[in-house]
Structure formats: structure tokens, C-alpha cells
């Protein structure tokens, strides 16, 4: 199988090879890992590789056994972090079939991601053929129920050399870990701490790009916010030290009485596909969803009132994650009394249920892959 795209010298065709691991996780011992899923931490027998080099563009596409990469120290991505990474789901469908959800979304972020990143621009069509390809060898490792395939697509630059430059080699990759239900027993609200001390991103850097950078230069905050008592950190902008932008992972959303969304304005925050679906299903069920500014004080002062009647976080690991408590150095508060609301609990639902196929799909965001 193979898939199409325009170089300036006319159109080529990239043709993945399969070449199935000789020995793979035996059946029995696969089911038993499928028992007790945690995230993250167990993997499929095979990935996708694609490789890239100056003058000769994207080549050696295939499909073969999970292994480690060789990799000379002086290799560019473990110098200058020029790398950028994805992640999507695919859930398996009562029938038994396999649905991707909005991976066309993904394909076009990594791209932007690489953009800016000054790395190969990869074709959308070869990032989607390669991640259900990779679905297609490993789709006895799906779990079924509320579980799913977690998939990381991500490319590394793998020249050698030492120097600040973009890298003339690259090696995009996508490996395959089978996960749970993210919340065991349904979401319960989770605590998060304002962090004032450290920012995510500023105007013109990096904050709407999915790089490793980014994450890494969270963890400090994360550790703060775990060292407080609490399950996540929430950044403020970088310049006034007062608008909220987003989580260490995930985007944010507040729900007002009236039954209004609010939630940042994209700019200095991922623009997460998880955040994109719920305003499209909000505006759809005659919601108003505001994408503006938002500061910490007026989340304080809307909690305190009662206007803020909800926040919940978003991404494609959780979906959804309802806020129950922030705190900071100012002093801690609860939204509605510490609970799960009704509005993320709605939302959170029919996501769900089209990303499984229980519901039906009128935005076009289901793929179905077998």
C-alpha cells in the first residue's frame, strides 16, 4: 500500500514496507498485559518508520519490529531538541472495527509543528498512512470497553553534528501503546496549582507547537503543584503574570451561568483538537463559546459568586477532566462545591460516544480504519 504526494519534480509515490516482527507477543501473554492497563507503559510489537535527507526527501517508509534506534552521541536531536510529537487515539467500535478520530488534524499540527520547528515538512497523507498502518499489524493489541490504542507519531532530527543549525537527516517515526480508561470508576475533579513562578510560553516562541521542549520546561511546575498537594499546574501568560492559558498538557475551559463556554484564545497555547471538538459541539447544541482572554482574579471572583459554575481541562488522553479546586499562593477556592458538573459531564459523553461509534458523526471527524 502507498500513498501519493506533489514534490516540485512531479508526483512520486511512497510505498511503506511491511516486514511483520518474526517474533511477536505471544497471544497469551498479550492478553494478560490487556488485563490491567495503566498508560504509557506497554507497547506494541511493531512501528512505522520514514526516513528523510537532503536531496533525497522522505524514503524507506516500513513497518517492522519495535526496536531501539541507533544513535550517535553527537546526534542533533540530543544537542538541540529538534523534535516534535503527536498524539491520537484509535478505538475499537462495537462491531469490531477501528475508528481514528480527526487524524487529518493531527497530520496538518505536526506539520505546523515542523514549521516552525525548521524541520522536513512531512505530507499529511504519509503521517495518516503511516499511523493505520501501524493499527492494521498491531490491531489485535486494541483493547476493547472504554480502552484505546494510544498512538505517538514523532520525528527526531538524527544528523551528526555539532552545531546550531536545522538538521539535513530526520526520522519520523510512530509506536503504539495500548491504554485504559484514563479515569478508573468515571472523571473525578482534579486540583491544580496556579503557578507564578515559572510561565509556558510567550508571544513568538514555541507554546502552539507540540515539542518535548515545552513539556520538559513544565516539570518544574508539575513537581511544584505535586509538592502542594495537587494533580496539575496551570500556566499564566508569560507577560502580565494574570491571564490563564493552559495546563501542563491540556487546554481549559469555564462554564458560566448563563450556560456560556469561555476558554483562551489560541496564540501562546496548543491548539488542541480536543478543545477544537468541544467548541464545534458546544456552538452546535446553541452554546455560546467565547474564545478570549480570562485572568486568574476573574476565575477567583466568578467562583466566589457563582457566575463560574464549571471548569474543566481537555486533551486527548483524559478528553475530559473536570476542575475541582485550585490553589495558589493568593489562597485556594472550589468550583461548585468540588464536584463534577453537568456540562463537562454532557460534553464528555458525546465525544466519547462518536470517538467509539455509538453516536453518529456529522462532522466528518471518524476514520475508519477497519
Known amino acids: 500500500m502507498g500513498v501519493s504526494f506533489d ?8 510505498n511503506f514496507d511491511i516486514r511483520p516482527a518474526a517474533s511477536p507477543t505471544p497471544e497469551q501473554e498479550r492478553a494478560a498485559k490487556l488485563v490491567d492497563l495503566g498508560f504509557g507503559r506497554i507497547f506494541t510489537d511493531h512501528m512505522a518508520i520514514v526516513q528523510y535527507s537532503q536531496g533525497k526527501g ?20 540530543l544537542h538541540y531538541a529538534q523534535e516534535i510529537f503527536e498524539g491520537l487515539k484509535a478505538y475499537k467500535r462495537d462491531d469490531g472495527g477501528v475508528n481514528l478520530f ?33 493499527i492494521r499489524i498491531d490491531r489485535e493489541w486494541i ?20 552545531g546550531v543549525k536545522p538538521s539535513a537527516e530526520y526520522i519520523f517515526a510512530v509506536i ?4 485504559g480508561s484514563y479515569f478508573k470508576g468515571g472523571p473525578a475533579p482534579v486540583s491544580i496549582w496556579v503557578s507564578e513562578n515559572y510561565t509556558r510560553a510567550a508571544v513568538g516562541g514555541t507554546g502552539a507547537v507540540k515539542c518535548g521542549g515545552n513539556y520538559a520546561a513544565s516539570l518544574r511546575a508539575q513537581a511544584e503543584a505535586i509538592e502542594r498537594g495537587c494533580d496539575q499546574v ?37 491548539p488542541g483538537i480536543t478543545r477544537d471538538s468541544i467548541i464545534a459541539l458546544g456552538r452546535e447544541a446553541g452554546m455560546t463559546v467565547r474564545e478570549e482572554p480570562y485572568t486568574i482574579g476573574q476565575w477567583r471572583a466568578d467562583a466566589a459568586s457563582g457566575r463560574l459554575k464549571e471548569a474543566f481541562a481537555c486533551g486527548t488522553a483524559a478528553v475530559i477532566s473536570p476542575i475541582g479546586k485550585v490553589c495558589s499562593a493568593s489562597g485556594d477556592f472550589e468550583i461548585s462545591g468540588g464536584v463534577a458538573g453537568p456540562v463537562a459531564m454532557r460534553l464528555r459523553k458525546q465525544l466519547v460516544d462518536i470517538q467509539y ?8 471527524w471518524i476514520r475508519k480504519v477497519l
Not at 357 to 364: E, I, K, M, V
Request: hydrophobic share 45%; proline share 8%.
Open 7 to 14: 514534490k516540485a519534480d512531479g508526483a512520486i509515490w511512497l
Open 58 to 77: 522522505w524514503h524507506s517508509a516500513r513497518v517492522e519490529s519495535r526496536a531501539n534506534f541507533p544513535l550517535d552521541p553527537a546526534t542533533a536531536v
Open 102 to 134: 480527526r487524524p487529518d488534524a493531527n497530520a496538518r499540527r505536526f506539520r505546523n509543528s515542523a514549521e516552525r520547528m525548521a524541520m522536513a515538512l512531512l505530507p499529511e497523507p504519509v503521517f495518516i498512512e503511516a499511523v493505520e498502518q501501524l
Open 143 to 162: 483493547p476493547g470497553g472504554e480502552g484505546s490504542l494510544y498512538l505517538r507519531p514523532f520525528m527526531i532530527a538524527n544528523e551528526v553534528f555539532l
Open 176 to 179: 503504539a501503546s495500548p491504554v
Open 234 to 270: 496551570v500556566f499564566l501568560d508569560a507577560l502580565e503574570r494574570s491571564y490563564v492559558e493552559e495546563l501542563g498538557g491540556m487546554n481549559v475551559f469555564f462554564v458560566f451561568d448563563d450556560g456560556s463556554l469561555t476558554t483562551p484564545p489560541l496564540g501562546t497555547i496548543l
Open 357 to 364: 461509534g455509538r453516536a453518529a458523526d456529522t462532522h466528518n
